[in-house]
């Protein structure tokens, strides 16, 4: 059976660096994509920087109006594509088997694949900066603007084809989360009687495997106008470029679910938690995911409503967009039930979510307005829009993550972090978040237009932009706050395997979670199953206080890890580079995806061990 | 620990102590919350100045903007509501529910059906009330109304990175092609079709109506008008327009102005729109200057010729060093009060600073790329042409 | 791949596998779906031609789709014979399937060539961007699926086929009917109706 196996040993171990290259641990490759997340944050958001600085005064000349397009465009793709996606993508990867009481996911190679190509996407968007060829175009690079002869070098290339790249991981990613949570809940566990989280990773999952080929399809054709000579979006050749923005938002707005579903799932997981009682509503808060989930295909061109679709298209997508309100209401409705009549605890992380709440319902509020297409005339492509997305994205899916980073970070590393600097990270991002977006609607509704790169002093929109600039400065202390949190906890003290007293699976089991999670496939009979179990041990006067017992590893099966993932990503990821500079390279890379495909077929999932 | 991070008894995490028994600061986090919320509160109302020249859409000048900012206002204040109401029951339910020392378990409730299909109803009955009205407003605005006076119709062309307006018609059969301004009458329907050359852009004037794409594959079709009701100045009155879709480099620099006149001002304008008059001696050398030099893109003798708009556009559209470009319509430049699409008032001054250096005002415009007169890296005029050249556009005599 | 049967826990029953193979094909029917989309788009809106009537030839196009439409069948076959533990069976059919994959392939090749040699281009006008994309994305995975094919005939004259793996040749059949499922629908709209699309009517004076 080792047969073509390659010419290098199967590794064995977790050891080192190449453990963590050849890892196959759901845990593990969620570390790798929180980290990397992460370290996207802080770029996206010092481009975010350079913007605000750019746009404090009136006629400013910090940076040229060139490099201003180059920074929005790359804030909101790294923020969309390389923050809030693979933020997600880590919790997925951490919570939902735990969660369902499994091992791994269904296919844990899969998995390390969809992280290693999205690494190496993402990189290859960024060689961009070194070569002085970076994306302009905006997060959603309107055609024609991006063909040819008004884009000439190769930063719409490297948009394009990083995005196609990235969309093979997330595509690959959801696949996996798809067929494990269908099909690897433990025993009893029926789907209504599971998390809302894992509810939300398998809407969100089906969403991102029916969006992303519509984007894939777009980008192809961008790619082929751009070097293969087609004309799908230039118009003196019979294109249209209105057809880029109709696949771009069918894509995009199921996408914007996709940026915030997960972030709902984790707030509904940290709400009763820390309000000591069930979520109030789990069937309409499931349900209402669904019908966001479905509605979320019917209302793409309320992005488009000034493109002259004519008032017959935009009395449709009016409607459509009014009526998905009422299932993110219904949401906010069920959360602020749970907390009534609750025993609420102030934890950092119940403060991000109650936060997340808090802002979620005005960007949602805002974003009711903008349905309303008649004035959406004149909101849109202005400020209006800006603070609207950062209401829901920032204060929405950033909050929620943060809560779940708190929330979760015992159970990933035993250790809690500062609660102390937790509250001031929360504060800090509260205050400098709504300082920073708030005024933006006051500035969109006094006419100030969205990517521009200035402005004169006479339209009055100067004091409305130092202060939201002055609120980035408090953002930017608050992540600051937020890697001395990290950094210091790295030497705190241990904390119990369930600190929180939380109703999950994932906290019936030891802090970090042993490699095979569950020494005994959990037998759920209900919902918030560990509540179940210690509310019956309390009853029968043996509480539960220790996690279940740890077994020998060796002892379980579990997935081997494996070479070819990263192997296979490095030609996948060549293909993409070659079409950026040479077409040998895209032939050398999928030569490499080949080999890596043979030789991962031939490896079976686990290696053979003695036991067996 | 409450809300804030004062430490009392040092950090939260006690393996195996129950959560409950860290007293919570009740007075201290309330007062901290009351001060936070009317930070917030003054926040709103500084901000609710609002501000109404320039760009801002809380003044509207005419019927299109008002009836949008009608429904924006009713939506407005349903979302205050709204907010105020949901946000005060989340407040009030983070208050009154907070875990108390030694509090025991809440009782486990799940769920209330009923209260959840009425809060279901309640807002769908909201926001199809809201929708059908939007949708009724859409289909009202989308024609100037009939019983209107006969409307006055004006292509717009959106080019990288100015506006050029056309009057197939402004009055006896007059064509008149002008760029960057648009003059208007008042109390009459503006009838509005959009183009683009190149890429998209956006045509808006926040006073007088929302915004629409001018796309280069299809017309759009718009209409605003100025009541005079509606404007307390006396006329002329100059309102603000801006591109409001990412067009390239100089999209933040593409802005323009629409004077709104009486209709006997209006006839005026049109009827002395004509070349520029060549009376004195520097005017006569300023023509020459323009004619060896300019010709190739812009046009100062009344309306472009099609063909020669059509042979500008083909050449920018293929690219290429030095090509002709379409380029503003220079003509009536003597009345304008702008100059490089809205950018700087007109002026001897500002007319001169462009000459010499349109990169330096402008970057990325196409005059710097593509003009002969610019590639040598400074203008290749000497100074007594440049003055020459002012003297003949704006008039000077 | 092709190791020891599957006795995995599942929660459904359903094969991991086979369920990651259905919902990929939801997937690239999305995928397909924008491509048609777009072909659809631009019917009738290609400035200069040539024309899908000029062009499209639809009884040749025909004797391709037919030939598609029996390796289907060979499929079927050879996903019998696995079940079967038939092994000359299964590498015979495994083979015939890609060798009719391999024949309408061939079809397209020269189908491809014809056209351009007759002017139909990718930057030539709307219809050969839309044409040659969807077709050759067509064309790409049917080669995917031949090479995969060609895999499994491998494995199987080496004995590692047979009813007890009879999941990895499902899947293969999954993904090949897939794709003869997405040319029926490509057929049908692009040769049977549209083949006949003419170019934009001349307006009165040129």
């Known amino acids: 059976m080792a047969a073509i196996t390659g010419v290098l040993a199967r590794p064995t171990s977790y050891a080192g660096v190449w453990g963590w290259m050849t890892t196959v641990d759901h845990k593990r490759i969620a570390v790798l994509y929180g980290v990397t997340a992460f370290i996207f944050l802080l770029i996206a958001g010092l481009e975010a920087g350079v913007v605000r600085m750019q746009l404090a005064s009136a006629d400013n000349d910090l940076i040229s109006a060139g490099r201003f397009n180059q920074m929005f465009t790359m804030h909101a793709t790294v923020m969309v594509f390389m923050v809030i996606m693979p933020l997600s993508v880590s919790f997925f990867n951490f919570v939902v088997p735990l969660a369902i009481g499994a091992r791994d996911v269904a296919f844990p190679r899969l998995n390390a694949l969809s992280y290693w190509i999205f690494l190496f996407g993402a990189v290859l968007m960024h060689i961009s900066f070194l070569v002085n060829e970076v994306p302009d175009a905006g997060w959603f690079s309107y055609a024609n603007l991006t063909e040819k002869p008004f884009s000439i070098n190769r930063g719409l290339d490297f948009w394009a084809i990083g995005l196609l790249v990235m969309g093979a991981a997330s595509v690959a990613g959801a696949l996996n989360f798809v067929v494990t949570i269908i099909n690897l809940r433990a025993p009893g566990m029926s789907m209504m009687r599971m998390p809302v989280f894992v509810w939300m990773t398998l809407i969100t999952s089906i969403l991102l495997v029916l969006a992303f080929p519509v984007i894939t399809v777009g980008l192809i054709e961008l790619t082929m106008d751009r070097n293969f000579g087609t004309h799908f979006f230039i118009p003196a050749e019979g294109g249209d470029p209105i057809l880029w923005q109709h696949l771009f938002w069918v894509f995009g707005h199921p996408e914007v679910y996709i940026l915030i579903l997960p972030a709902m799932g984790i707030v509904s997981e940290v709400f009763p938690t820390f309000s000591r009682k069930p979520l109030f509503g789990y069937p309409f808060i499931v349900f209402s995911g669904i019908v966001i989930g479905i509605m979320g295909w019917a209302v793409w061109s309320h992005h488009m409503f000034t493109v002259g679709l004519g008032p017959v298209a935009n009395s449709v997508f009016t409607i459509t967009t009014m009526l998905i309100a009422v299932p993110t209401g219904i949401k906010i409705f069920n959360w602020i039930g749970t907390l009534w009549k609750g025993s609420i605890e102030f934890t950092t992380s119940m403060m991000f979510a109650l936060g997340f709440v808090a802002l979620f319902i005005v960007g949602g509020l805002s974003g009711v307005s903008h349905a309303v297409s008649p004035s959406d005339f004149q909101q849109q492509d202005t400020y209006y829009i800006v603070a609207h997305l950062h209401y829901v994205l920032f204060g929405g899916s950033i909050m929620g993550a943060f809560a779940g980073i708190y929330y979760w970070y015992p159970k990933l590393t035993g250790k809690m972090l500062s609660e102390t600097l937790g509250k001031l990270n929360f504060w800090f991002i509260f205050i400098g978040m709504n300082l920073t977006f708030f005024p933006m609607h006051y500035l969109g509704l006094n006419g100030m237009p969205r990517r521009i790169y200035t402005y004169s002093a006479e339209f009055g929109w100067e004091n409305m932009n130092r202060l939201a600039s002055l609120g980035y400065v408090i953002l930017f202390v608050a992540f600051l706050i937020f890697i001395v949190n990290l950094w210091q906890a790295r030497n705190s003290r241990r904390v119990s395997h369930d600190p929180w007293d939380a109703p999950g699976l994932e906290w019936s089991i030891a802090s970090p979670p042993p490699p095979y999670n569950f020494a005994e496939i959990p037998q759920v009979e209900g919902l918030d199953q560990y509540w179940i179990a210690k509310e019956r041990a309390r009853a029968a006067g043996t509480p539960l206080t220790e996690p279940e017992a740890l077994v020998d590893p060796d002892s379980i099966h579990m997935p081997s890890p494996s070479y070819w993932p990263i192997f296979t990503a490095a030609g996948v990821a060549l293909i993409g580079g070659g079409l950026l500079s040479h077409y040998a390279i895209s032939f050398l890379g999928g030569a490499i995806t080949m080999m890596g495909v043979i030789g991962w077929g031939n490896e079976p999932a686990a290696a053979p061990s003695e036991h067996h | ?397 | 791949m092709a190791h020891a049967a599957e006795h995995e826990y599942t929660t459904t029953g359903l094969n991991h596998r086979k369920m990651l193979m259905w919902v990929f094909l939801g997937s690239d029917c999305l995928f397909f779906g924008a491509l048609i989309a777009t072909y659809m788009v631009y019917r009738g809106q290609s400035l200069v031609g040539p024309y899908p009537i000029d062009i499209i030839n639809v009884p040749v196009t025909t004797i391709s789709t037919f030939v598609l439409l029996m390796s289907s069948f060979a499929m079927v076959q050879a996903l019998a014979a696995t079940n079967a533990d038939n092994k000359r069976g299964i590498v015979s059919w495994l083979l015939a399937t890609a060798f009719l994959g391999a024949i309408f392939i061939g079809f397209q090749i020269v189908e491809f060539n014809t056209f351009k040699n007759e002017g139909l281009t990718l930057g030539g006008n709307l219809f050969g961007a839309s044409f040659f994309t969807l077709t050759g994305f067509h064309g790409a995975h049917v080669t995917l699926g031949i090479i995969w094919l060609l895999a499994m005939a491998i494995l199987a004259a080496k004995g590692r086929v047979g009813s007890k793996t009879a999941l990895d040749v499902e899947l293969v059949g999954l993904y090949w009917h897939f794709v003869d499922i997405v040319w029926i629908v490509i057929f049908t709209l692009l040769y049977l109706i549209g083949g006949f699309d003419v170019g934009p009517v001349a307006l009165p004076g040129g």
């Open chain 2, 1 to 397: 620990m409450g809300l804030l991070p004062f430490r009392r008894k040092g950090p939260l995490a006690k393996p195996s102590a129950s959560i409950s028994s860290v007293p919570t600061r009740r007075r201290s986090s309330l007062k901290n919350r009351t001060v936070l919320f009317s930070l917030m509160a003054a926040l709103f109302l500084f901000a609710t100045g609002c501000y109404k020249d320039g760009m801002s859409t809380w003044e509207a000048f005419g019927p299109v903007a008002q009836k949008q900012l009608d429904l924006f206002n009713v939506i407005l204040w349903t979302m205050v509501v709204v907010f105020f109401l949901v946000e005060g029951v989340l407040v009030y339910a983070m208050i009154r529910y907070r875990r108390r020392p030694g509090q025991e378990r809440p009782p486990q409730i799940h769920g209330n059906t009923t209260l959840e299909v009425v809060l279901t109803i309640i807002p769908t009955i909201l926001v199809l009330a809201l929708g059908i009205w939007s949708v009724f407003a859409l289909f009202e605005i989308d024609k100037p109304p009939s019983d209107s006076p006969t409307p006055l119709q004006v292509n717009v062309t959106g080019h990288q990175w100015w506006f050029e307006f056309e009057y197939p018609d402004a009055g006896n059969g007059k064509k008149i092609i002008t760029a960057n301004e648009m003059r208007i009458p008042v109390d009459r329907p503006i009838q509005i079709s959009l183009f683009s050359d190149d890429v998209i852009h956006s045509f808006w004037v926040p006073k007088l109506a929302g915004k629409l794409d001018m796309v280069p594959t299809h017309e759009n079709k718009m209409w605003f008008q100025a009541d005079s009701n509606k404007i307390d100045e006396d006329l002329p009155v100059t309102l603000f327009g801006q591109c409001a879709e990412l067009c390239g480099l100089a999209h933040a620099l593409m802005r323009f102005r629409v004077t709104v006149m009486e209709q006997a001002d209006f006839d005026s304008w049109a009827a002395a729109y004509g070349p520029p008059p060549t009376v004195t001696d520097k005017a006569k050398k300023g023509a020459q200057v323009f004619a060896t030099n300019c010709t190739l893109c812009h046009t100062v003798d009344g309306p472009d010729d099609p063909a020669l708009s059509a042979s500008r556009l083909k050449g920018f559209l293929t690219g290429g060093d030095i090509t002709p470009v379409p380029a503003p319509n220079l003509t009536d430049l003597r009345t304008r009060q702008t100059l490089a699409a809205g950018m700087m008032e007109l002026s001897e001054t500002t007319l001169s600073a462009w000459l010499h250096d349109p990169a330096e005002i402008k970057p990325g415009n196409y005059m710097s790329e593509k003009a002969v007169l610019y590639q040598g890296g400074s203008v290749s005029l000497d100074e007594d042409e440049i003055d020459a050249l002012i003297g003949y556009l704006l008039d000077l005599r």
